[in-house]
């Protein structure tokens, strides 16, 4: 139900594709605190926000990638569970999971403004002019920036059925990455389409996590453009 907006865009039968499995590597290990509950990552001209998770814990901040130092720029109300982030024009936009809100700040870190929208928040990215958000669905809506009313949405299809759990967004070369939550992947989707053309299984990544074993989930994921890396906790 949540992707039958997406029938009338293919105008038939779901297209499928299968997805391309791509390889790694691991081109650098950076410390990362153990204590942050990772929802949202954002590289923006070298520097590492995250947006982090859990009740009572949720804070918007700042990491020095090579040391791990965090500082922190907000903490929300112990009421509210932070979720993902992106960096749209001058703006960190901040959601949460179940309030029906999101933080907007500056590009300092400082609060501007709340805005209020319709259910539940996961990821959000931003192609530098339309954003994109998930809620734990197959759908990834198109969010006016000033509202976060929805202007549109897409039905994440992977084998040509649709595939739930999207979350952490993140936007890189013309494509939007997302973690599917409770696994060890990261999908690479069309954004015109749905389609999941390809996807990266990170499972030996489990092998480092030395001093958090049970860490839960890929939820940060960011771009760096001059790079062409991919960052991941």
């Known amino acids: 139900v949540s992707c039958g907006s997406q029938t009338k865009k293919l105008e038939g039968a779901p297209q499928v594709v299968q997805p391309v499995q791509y390889t790694f590597t691991i081109k650098n290990v950076y410390p990362h605190s153990t204590q942050s509950y990772t929802q949202g990552l954002q590289y923006v001209d070298g520097v590492l926000w995250e947006g982090t998770g859990e009740w009572g814990e949720s804070r918007l901040q700042k990491c020095e990638l090579e040391s791990g130092k965090v500082e922190v720029l907000k903490s929300l109300p112990r009421s509210e569970f932070g979720e993902g982030i992106t960096h749209y024009k001058d703006y960190i936009y901040q959601l949460t999971w179940e309030s029906n809100k ?8 400082n609060f501007i403004k709340n805005i209020t929208y319709r259910g539940e928040g996961w990821g959000i990215t931003t192609d530098g002019e339309r954003l ?7 759908t990834i809506r198109l969010v006016n920036p000033e ?3 929805t ?44 389609i999941v053309e390809a996807y990266v299984d990170l499972p030996a990544l489990r092998q480092r996590l030395g001093d958090n074993p049970d860490a839960e989930a890929l939820n940060g994921i960011t771009y760096n453009a001059q790079s062409g890396n991919l960052y991941v906790t």
């Open 151 to 194: 202007e549109g949405s897409i039905c994440v299809m992977y084998n040509g059925e649709p595939l739930g759990n999207i979350n952490e967004l993140e936007w890189a070369e013309g494509y939007i990455w997302a973690n599917v939550y409770l696994t060890d992947a990261i999908i690479k989707i069309n954004p015109e389409t749905g």
């Open 132 to 138: 994109f958000m998930s809620d734990g669905t197959a």
């Open 102 to 109: 999101a933080y907007v700040y500056d590009s300092k870190g």
């Open 147 to 149: 509202t976060l009313k």
